[in-house]
T-cell receptor, first 111, second 115 residues
Framework: SQQGEEDPQALSIQEGENATMNCSYK?????LQWYRQNSGRGLVHLIL?????REKHSGRLRVTLDTSKKSSSLLITASRAADTASYFC???????????FGKGTLLTVNP | DSGVTQTPKHLITATGQRVTLRCSPR?????VYWYQQSLDQGLQFLIQYYNGEERAKGNILERFSAQQFPDLHSELNLSSLELGDSALYFCASSVASGGHGTEAFFGQGTRLTVV
């Protein structure tokens, strides 16, 4: 299965702290994407990192990709209560380019 | 607002029934994807259409079918519904011609409850 696995499954931190979520995947990828989902709502794209990139930044988000270890990490700096959500990694690999999602990390940022 | 519109937002129906979920992609997006999200299975890819043609198939049951129309909107038909079909169904769209080479934009989902 191409399904990614996020780690940890749940993370609880205080406002202002940094949050790090990890993602592992099993097959070769074209790119890896991170999405955010507020409870019961649609997924929102956060950032995409291509397989030939190692690190990417977007505002308070920093994503790294290690294709040799088939892993990626998402760092949210200076977290806010509004960052409370589930975060999913998704990879686009294989021959048909479908996006395969992991089970997500539930991040809770306490005010 | 992602620009992807899904209707209805909520649907309650009985076992054995058939329902149709509708999705309008973002303007200009040719690819439409359907996903099912449940607590135990997570987010599962069902099927992808590109410009009216089926492009990729995932864990879609034979009781489920989909199509994309010339105006690019898509419908997901679920028949002979079972209690286990209760889930959030998401539609997503992207500009990518071959698939998810770029980001996908998700609708707000249809929450289906089968009673």
């Amino acid at each position: 299965s191409q399904q990614g696995e996020e780690d940890p499954q749940a993370l609880s931190i205080q406002e202002g702290e940094n949050a790090t979520m990890n993602c592992s995947y099993k097959t070769s990828i074209n790119n890896l994407q991170w999405y955010r989902q507020n409870s019961g709502r649609g997924l929102v794209h956060l950032i995409l990192i291509r397989s030939n990139e190692r690190e990417k930044h977007s505002g308070r988000l920093r994503v790294t990709l290690d294709t040799s270890k088939k892993s990626s990490s998402l760092l949210i700096t200076a977290s806010r209560a509004a960052d409370t959500a589930s975060y999913f990694c998704a990879n686009s690999g294989g021959s048909n380019y479908k996006l395969t999602f992991g089970k997500g990390t539930l991040l809770t940022v306490n005010p | 607002d992602s620009g992807v519109t899904q209707t209805p937002k909520h649907l309650i129906t009985a076992t054995g029934q058939r329902v149709t979920l509708r999705c309008s992609p973002r303007s200009g997006d040719l690819s439409v994807y359907w996903y099912q999200q449940s607590l135990d299975q997570g987010l599962q890819f069902l099927i992808q259409y590109y410009n009216g043609e089926e492009r990729a198939k995932g864990n879609i049951l034979e009781r489920f079918s989909a199509q994309q129309f010339p105006d690019l909107h898509s419908e997901l038909n679920l028949s002979s519904l079972e209690l286990g079909d209760s889930a959030l169904y998401f539609c997503a769209s992207s500009v990518a011609s071959g698939g998810h080479g770029t980001e996908a934009f998700f609708g707000q989902g249809t929450r289906l409850t089968v009673v």
